[in-house]
């Protein structure tokens, strides 16, 4: 049982230039987000899926784009890429409901020079 | 929306001592509240958790103690190990029904040998 697999987990871009950050889970979870977090800071949230075809903003979606065409997969796309955008990213997925734990994923360092 | 207050930033403690960590909420609709352990370069784990119509609960050297009526949680560690040096954040689901949860900004504890 895998968990919760990203990849990759390091990544050098330009300013400009774009990427996919790649998750998928293999626990049947139907929610999945992710998260970004700057050095010494807590955990932002981008974007989550409450299910195939279902997605939506959290607190810091300006930058990035989600698709989620199966329950297995959410991949993060960085369209013209910042230095701002240097951060690690986390995706997490959970059961449905308010009262479950996320499992995270080991995390992807983006580093945007 | 919830906002969640997490104190304090760092904390440092000799092996064999107990650790506390404490979180403020302000939903006092919200009804479960995990906490997570962040080990250097890898994913946050969920180590314990806590239900509001429970006021503890504990795991080994570990326990969460909730107070619904002053909005507070707490993460307490006995007889701290090396191991336990890791940031820890809480969480709390901001309403029923809502599965997003909003993370503290983390405690950053180092056990001194």
């Known amino acids: 049982n895998a968990g919760v697999t990203q990849t990759p987990k390091f990544r050098i871009l330009k300013i400009g230039q774009s990427m996919t950050l790649q998750c998928t889970q293999d626990?049947?979870?139907?929610?999945m987000y992710w998260y970004r977090q700057d050095p010494g800071m807590g955990l932002k949230l981008i974007y989550y899926?409450?299910?195939?075809?279902?997605?939506d903003k959290g607190e810091v979606p300006n930058g990035y784009n989600v698709s989620r065409s199966t329950t297995e997969d959410f991949p993060l796309r960085l369209e013209l890429a910042a230095p701002s955008q240097t951060s690690v990213y986390f995706c997490?997925?959970?059961?449905?409901?308010?009262?479950?734990?996320?499992?995270f994923g080991s995390g992807t360092r983006l580093t945007v020079v | 929306g919830e906002n969640v207050e997490q104190h304090p930033s760092t904390l440092s403690v000799q092996e064999g001592d107990s650790a506390v960590i404490k979180c403020t909420y302000s939903?006092?609709?919200?009804?479960?509240f995990p906490w997570y352990k962040q080990e250097l370069g890898k994913g946050p784990q969920l180590i314990i958790d806590?239900?509001?119509?429970?006021g503890e609960k504990k795991d080994q050297r570990i326990a969460v103690t909730l107070n619904k009526t002053a909005k507070h949680f707490s993460l307490h560690i006995t007889e701290t190990q090396p191991e336990d040096s890791a940031v820890y954040f809480c969480?709390?689901?901001?309403?029923?029904?809502?599965?997003?949860?909003?993370f503290g900004t983390g405690t950053r504890l180092t056990i001194i040998p």
């Open positions: 969480a709390a689901n901001p309403n029923f029904g809502n599965e997003k949860l909003t």
């Open positions: 997490a997925s959970s059961p449905p409901g308010y009262d479950y734990g996320y499992t």
């Open positions: 939903d006092s609709a919200s009804n479960y």
């Open positions: 899926s409450v299910g195939a075809g279902i997605t």
């Open positions: 626990m049947n979870h139907n929610y």
């Open positions: 806590i239900r509001s119509n429970v």
